[in-house]
């Protein structure tokens, strides 16, 4: 009888030669439990998507209870739909008053898209501008702004009139000019290894879009619902996008992204043309039952009241020779290794050992962790002497690897 490891292999579209290969038969909070028993304690969430654990029981019920009324009906924005009026509505109400206005697809890169679009139409011009390193997802338009070379060569030619400026340095903030339609940027820059803003390099950046007419959209794809220790994170630095991206964990499981902005840019799309951005599936009324039960999970249980505590525990306990520095912002965490072939080592161990970690696609020597909000101080320490414990049965303290 032929195993769900060979289907996956045989049949199912792979995107690497080393898939982790790990078989799961059910999640639950922060746990993912496989076929024959193994227990992982889950230290990325799905890559920030699992905010509130797996399975949460308020996700769970809003998921049922709409299953009961309807799933799909017609194409986004033609029916009064309650799920997606009240996700708006819940949305509107964490955000400043001139962010009213969502617009609902299924996942963070069609969110990058319809952003982008946005921002052409509204504004008339055509520049995109974003940051080296950056990650905006893997679509056309994302793949163009994203800010890493060796993934959009072998998919050119892509989206024209896309330039880039480096993260954190204030002097390439003149390249913004009058003919810059947007500069998208990720408030704390993920695949990078979760990289922070510094010198109020935010502030400046919005100062110099405002100077030109530009639209700054900020993208907290990863950074948001919570994962920074505040609800967004670009609250943490006195600024206001124009545009707001959204998705990973929002759906608390479920697909889903949105891109939030005023209303009077919002409307560019109504006219010339007309459904000026279309999508089938964008705002799925079940995927929006599930995301404001928890937006309301986040709020309600006071997730966010415990975020720095536990990212402070983590680095507390996670104190070795070999690793070399832990950036983070809340618990979007990265732990540097000396090199891609430690850390590697030392993620397969492990996981072997019952913890999920990874690494992050600009910064291979920096481990990934971010796990869902709702873990306790107990499983923190559980998953610290793991990884301490792995370190040393792969690389241990010193000498060269």
């Given at each position: ?5 060979q ?13 982790l290969?790990i078989e ?6 922060v ?5 024959n ?15 509130v654990?797996h ?6 019920k809003?998921?049922?209870?709409q ?15 309650a ?8 949305l ?18 069609e ?16 520049e ?8 905006h997802g893997?679509?056309q338009?994302a ?32 390249d ?8 998208i940027?990720?408030?704390?820059q ?14 400046h ?29 670009f ?9 707001l ?7 608390g499981?479920?697909?889903i ?7 009077e ?15 089938t599936?964008g ?33 507390k ?8 520095e832990?950036?983070?912002?809340g ?12 850390l590697?080592?030392?993620?397969d ?7 999920l ?16 909000l ?6 923190i ?15 241990g ?5």
């Open positions: 009888m032929i195993s769900m490891r289907l996956f292999l045989k049949h199912q579209a792979q995107t690497s030669d080393f898939p290969m799961v038969e059910k999640a639950e909070g746990y993912m439990y496989g076929v028993g193994e227990r992982y304690l889950d230290l990325i969430s799905g890559i920030g998507v699992s905010n654990g399975r949460h029981p308020r996700v769970l809003a998921i049922h209870e299953l009961d009324k309807y799933m799909h009906l017609m194409v986004y924005g033609e029916f009064v739909q799920p997606q009026a009240k996700l708006a509505e819940a509107t109400a964490t955000l400043p008053a001139r962010l009213n206005n969502v617009y609902f697809l299924n996942s963070g890169t969110a990058v898209e319809g952003a982008l679009k946005l921002a052409k139409r509204y504004t008339g011009r055509t995109l501008i974003s940051c080296r390193n950056a990650y893997s679509t338009g793949l163009s702004v994203n800010g890493s070379e060796s993934f959009k060569n072998a998919f050119r030619p892509l989206l024209p009139d896309v330039r880039h400026i480096r993260y954190n340095n204030l002097p390439d903030l003149q913004i000019t009058t003919r810059t339609a947007a500069v940027v990720e408030v704390v993920g695949e990078a290894g979760v990289r922070v803003p510094e010198n109020n390099y935010l502030t950046l919005r100062a110099r879009c405002s100077e030109v007419g530009a639209l700054l959209i900020l993208d907290e794809i990863q950074s948001g619902f919570g994962r920074t220790g505040t609800f967004w994170a609250e943490q630095f006195g600024i206001e996008p124009d545009i991206l959204c998705a990973k964990g929002m759906g499981g479920m697909p992204g949105a891109f939030i902005a005023p209303q840019i919002m409307a560019a799309f109504k006219t010339d043309p007309i459904l000026g951005h279309c999508t599936f705002g799925h009324p079940v995927s929006c039952a599930a995301s404001l039960a928890t937006l309301q999970a986040i709020l309600e249980e006071n997730l966010l009241d415990s975020v720095k505590a536990k990212a402070e525990l983590f680095k306990l996670l104190v070795h020779p070999r690793i070399k832990i950036r983070n912002c618990l979007m965490m990265a732990a540097e290794f000396e090199s891609f072939e430690v590697k080592a030392v993620i161990k492990a996981i072997l050992n019952g913890v970690t990874d690494w992050f696609l600009f910064c291979d020597n920096s481990m990934r962790i971010a796990p869902p709702t873990i306790t101080e107990d499983q320490r559980e998953a610290c002497e793991i990884i301490l414990r792995s370190i040393e049965e792969t690389v303290s010193q000498g060269p690897s």
